[in-house]
C-alpha cells in the first residue's frame, strides 16, 4: 500500500514542477538598426551633407553683395537683414507670399475635405457604383497634370478663370483629389465597423459618425495627404507662369524667378528670397512630422 502511494506521488511532483520550467524564458535581445552602426553613419553623413546647402544660403542672406562677391564661403560678420528688407518691399515678396499662401492653402483645405469624404463613401460603400466611382478617381493618378496644361488654359480661358487665384486653386485642388483618395481610402476601410454601430446605438448620425469618430481615427493620414499635396503645389511654377498675367498675382516661384531676372548680381538678396520661399515648407515639416510618419507607419505593425 505504501509502494502504491509512493508510485503515485512522484509523477504529480514532476508535473507541478513541469510548467514552472517549461514557463521560462530566455531575456529577449535588444534591437539593433537594420544595416548596424555603418548604415546609421552613413545616414548621418548623407543627412549632414544634405545640409550644407541649406546652410550656406541662410548664413549668405545675412551678408552684404560686396562681402559675398570677396568671399563666398565667409560667415557673416556682423549679420544684417538689409537683404531681407529688400526682398520683402523692393522684390515685393510681400505679395508673392500671400498669393502663394492663399491658392495653397485653398488648395489643399479643399481637396483634403473632398477627398475625406468621398474616400470614407467609397470605403464604406457596397454597392459596385462605388467600386466603379473609386477606379475613375483612381484612373487620375495615371495622367500626369502637366500633361493637360493646353486643356486646362482653354478651358479656364472659356470660364474667364484666367489670371485669377480662385481658377488656379480649383484646379490645383481637383488635382490632387485622386491621390488623396487613394490613401484616405485605404485607411477607412482598415477601421472596424463596429465603431459605427456603437456610435448608431448611442444616437449618433452619420454626419456626426463622420466627423467625430472616424476623422480623428484617420488624422495621421490626413496630415500627411496634406503635407504631400502642400509641397508640390508651394514649388509649382508651370501653372501660375500660364494662368497669370499680372505680377500682383504671382505666387513665390514666378515671383523668385521675376526677382532673379531683375537682381541678378544681387546675391545676397537672392538668397534671402530662397530663404523666405523655403521658410514655410521647413516650418510644416518640423510641425507636421510626428502626424507624417504615423501617416506613414500605420498598419504596418501587428
Known amino acids: 500500500m505504501t509502494t502504491a502511494v509512493a508510485s503515485t506521488e512522484v509523477p ?25 552602426a555603418g548604415a546609421s553613419i552613413l545616414l548621418w553623413a548623407y543627412a549632414a551633407l544634405a545640409l550644407v546647402p541649406l546652410l550656406l544660403m541662410v548664413t549668405n542672406s545675412f551678408r552684404t553683395n560686396g562681402d559675398l562677391i570677396s568671399d563666398p564661403l565667409g560667415l557673416p560678420s556682423p549679420p544684417t537683414t538689409a537683404s531681407y528688407v529688400e526682398a520683402w518691399t523692393t522684390g515685393n515678396f510681400a505679395t508673392y507670399f500671400g498669393n502663394s499662401l492663399v ?30 466611382l473609386e477606379s475613375l478617381f483612381l484612373s487620375g493618378l495615371m495622367l500626369p497634370i502637366h500633361l493637360a496644361i493646353l486643356p486646362i488654359f482653354y478651358l479656364f480661358d472659356g470660364l474667364g478663370l484666367i489670371d ?3 481658377g488656379l486653386t480649383l484646379m490645383y485642388a481637383s488635382s490632387g483629389i485622386p491621390f488623396s483618395i487613394f490613401v484616405l481610402t485605404t485607411f477607412f476601410r482598415q477601421l472596424p465597423e463596429e465603431l459605427e454601430e456603437a456610435a448608431s446605438l448611442d444616437g449618433a448620425s452619420s454626419w456626426q459618425t463622420f466627423w467625430r469618430i472616424m476623422v480623428p481615427m484617420v488624422r495621421p493620414a490626413v496630415a500627411t495627404v496634406a ?9 509649382d511654377f508651370l501653372f501660375p507662369l500660364v494662368l497669370l498675367r499680372r505680377e500682383d498675382k504671382y505666387t513665390l516661384p514666378v515671383g ?17 528670397g530662397l530663404v523666405i520661399t523655403t521658410i514655410p515648407l521647413i516650418v510644416l515639416f518640423l510641425v507636421a512630422t510626428k502626424q507624417i510618419v504615423a501617416g506613414l507607419t500605420a498598419g504596418m505593425a501587428k
Open 256 to 272: 523668385l524667378t521675376n526677382f532673379f531676372g531683375e537682381n541678378a548680381t544681387n546675391y545676397s538678396a537672392v538668397f534671402a
Open 103 to 132: 491658392v495653397t492653402v485653398g488648395a489643399v483645405a479643399l481637396s483634403t475635405t473632398v477627398a475625406t469624404m468621398a474616400a470614407y463613401a467609397l470605403a464604406r460603400g457596397r454597392s459596385r457604383i462605388f467600386r466603379w
Open 227 to 235: 503635407v504631400f499635396r502642400f509641397v508640390p503645389i508651394w514649388n
Open 164 to 166: 485669377s487665384r480662385l
Open 12 to 36: 504529480q511532483d514532476l508535473d507541478a514542477a513541469r510548467p514552472a520550467r517549461e514557463g521560462r524564458r530566455p531575456p529577449p535581445r535588444a534591437t539593433r538598426p537594420v544595416g548596424g
